[in-house]
């Protein structure tokens, strides 16, 4: 039996949202850091173990939410390809089908 191109679709939006979301996440930590790291003097970073950094810091970095290197390279990698599963699921619902049914969001929108 072949299968339901709509459920296809309304699994491969889910599994889009939840890559999306991850991503997002990432890149408010990112952005934040970079915001603190303005006035890096005054920058602290959180939960680093055997770290010093002077009394009076106005900013701190977690670092237990900071990515490793390849954390967003993963993340990233895996957004990309659920837009594309989302794109393709999307194509094979025939259009006389698609009556009801959002169209898939972009990442690359402006």
């Not at 915001?35 to 010093?52: C, D, I, S, T």
């Not at 390809?81 to 619902?93: D, N």
Request: no cysteine; hydrophobic share 35%; glycine share 4%.
């Amino acid at each position: 039996m072949p299968q339901d191109p709509i459920r296809e679709y309304q699994e491969a939006r889910k599994e889009f949202a939840a890559a999306k979301a991850k991503a997002d996440e990432f890149v408010t930590v990112i952005v934040e850091a970079g915001h603190n790291l303005r006035e890096w003097p005054w920058v602290g970073v959180a939960n680093l173990p055997n770290a010093n950094f002077p009394s009076g810091s106005k900013h701190y970095i977690d670092a237990k939410k900071w990515p490793s290197i390849v954390d967003p390279t993963e993340v990233l990698q895996a957004a990309h390809a659920a837009e594309y599963r989302l794109r393709q699921a999307w194509s094979s619902i025939p259009s006389t089908d698609r009556e009801g049914l959002q169209p898939p969001p972009r990442l690359r929108e402006r």
